[in-house]
């Protein structure tokens, strides 16, 4: 389970590096778009790619995690509804011309995703509540996630917000990485034995019969 949990995080660093990949083809699409332009088109077909594929790892990733560890329904709960709200929002970040309802530079929506995110980011936390390393990693990352909210009010569109994120969780999740290689972490997981002190009943037998001889010399 270790190892699942392992590969899980791993690819979750994957994942959310596709994630500024797709931020980053948004911003090169929006300061170069030129209608039905070739060049447009490979990068709006690019968006996708990079956006499905880091949905399709990140996924998984989440069901490697989550399978392996045990407990934290928060984390579970609140990781997972991230994921579908990073799914709704590239996909009408890359789609904006057809939506109307969607207002990419709305500061009310940047910083709905923005907390909302840093809340999730948050919730890591319970991976191990008492190590103080992890507590630091936690915060930063969070703190990062809640400054993709200042984007919007520079006037960049809500994918700033998206690389943001994308950028606070693949730190995140190479900080475990990093902490669980040199053991500084421990995260309890299904198919964990708990260490207990064993004792043969011989052990308790043999020193019964010793205390019964003494008795006999005394």
């Known amino acids: 389970m270790h190892e699942r949990l392992n590969r899980g995080i791993f690819l979750g660093i994957i994942g959310n590096v596709l994630f500024i990949t797709f931020g980053l083809i948004c911003y090169l699409f929006y300061i170069s778009y030129e209608g039905e332009?070739?060049?447009s088109r490979i990068l709006e077909i690019s968006a996708y790619i990079t956006e499905f594929s880091g949905f399709i790892v990140l996924i998984y990733s989440s069901w490697l995690m989550f399978s392996a560890i045990r407990m934290r329904s928060w984390l579970k709960f609140g990781f997972s509804a991230y994921i579908l709200l990073e799914a709704v929002m590239?996909?009408?970040?890359?789609?904006?011309?057809?939506?109307?309802?969607?207002?990419?530079?709305s500061l009310g929506l940047a910083i709905f995703h923005s907390v909302l995110s840093a809340a999730v980011c948050f919730s890591f936390v319970q991976f191990?509540?008492?190590n103080s390393k992890l507590e630091v990693v936690v915060i930063v990352c969070t703190g990062i996630m809640l400054g993709g909210m200042?984007?919007?009010?520079?006037?960049?569109?809500?994918?700033?917000s998206i690389i943001s994120n994308a950028v606070g969780f693949s730190i995140l999740f190479a900080a475990l990485r990093y902490l669980l290689r040199r053991e500084e972490v421990?995260?309890?997981c299904h198919g964990d034995k708990a260490r207990v002190s064993e004792y043969s009943s011989s052990v308790f037998f043999g020193e019964t019969d010793n205390k019964k001889d003494n008795n006999k010399k005394d």
Request: hydrophobic content about 45%; cysteine-free.
């Open 37 to 39: 332009s070739v060049h």
């Open 186 to 188: 421990e995260i309890d």
């Open 90 to 105: 590239m996909f009408l970040e890359i789609n904006t011309a057809k939506f109307s309802f969607y207002a990419p530079y």
């Open 128 to 130: 191990d509540p008492n």
């Open 150 to 160: 200042f984007g919007n009010i520079m006037g960049i569109r809500v994918y700033f």
